[in-house]
């Protein structure tokens, strides 16, 4: 994304705040719609690293629903939460606002929702799947945490 994955430990949830870029246009203006998708897969994704390090996950479903046009060259804020998890899958939801007015999370800026569904696998799982070992990706070991006041800290 460019600005940094945030996660806070207190709501036990993964955010961050980008501008749309032009080359991700679609129609003229607006944001293409598989963008928006993998930005949201891909945040679900880090919420599962932070949540679960030893584990990794694959996509098995995605769904979608875009509440306002995603438009180019505006700010957004992206926050992802994991709502349940089993034995065997982890059901996840990202939430992307257009960054405006005080509150982040307002729900009349929602602009895109995606409910994605993560199987979980250990390193043997995706040695068999992959056929390798498996290692957090290493863009992932940088992640900037928050203490309870909204302070990056270090992980360690």
């Known amino acids: 994304l460019g600005s940094g994955v945030y996660y806070d430990a207190e709501t036990k949830r993964c955010f961050s705040c980008f501008e749309m870029l032009l080359d991700w246009s679609g129609f003229p203006g607006l944001v293409h719609g598989g963008i928006i998708s993998t930005i949201a897969d891909e945040l679900a994704h880090y919420q599962l690293i ?3 390090p030893n584990r990794a996950g694959f996509t098995t479903d995605l769904s979608c629903r875009f509440h306002a046009p995603i438009v180019l ?3 957004y804020y992206a926050v992802s939460r994991i709502m349940k998890v089993d034995q065997k899958k982890y ?3 990202v939430k992307i606002y257009r960054e405006k007015g005080e509150k982040l999370e307002d729900e009349k800026n929602l602009c895109f929702t995606i409910t994605t569904v993560f199987r979980r696998a250990d390193s043997n ?3 068999k799947v992959v056929g390798a070992k498996f290692y957090p990706p290493r863009h992932l070991l940088n992640y900037h945490f928050l203490d309870t006041n909204g302070k990056i800290i270090n992980p360690d």
């Open 50 to 52: 932070v949540s679960d």
């Open 125 to 127: 799982v995706m040695k």
């Open 91 to 93: 059901d996840m939801e």
């Open 73 to 75: 060259k505006a700010r």
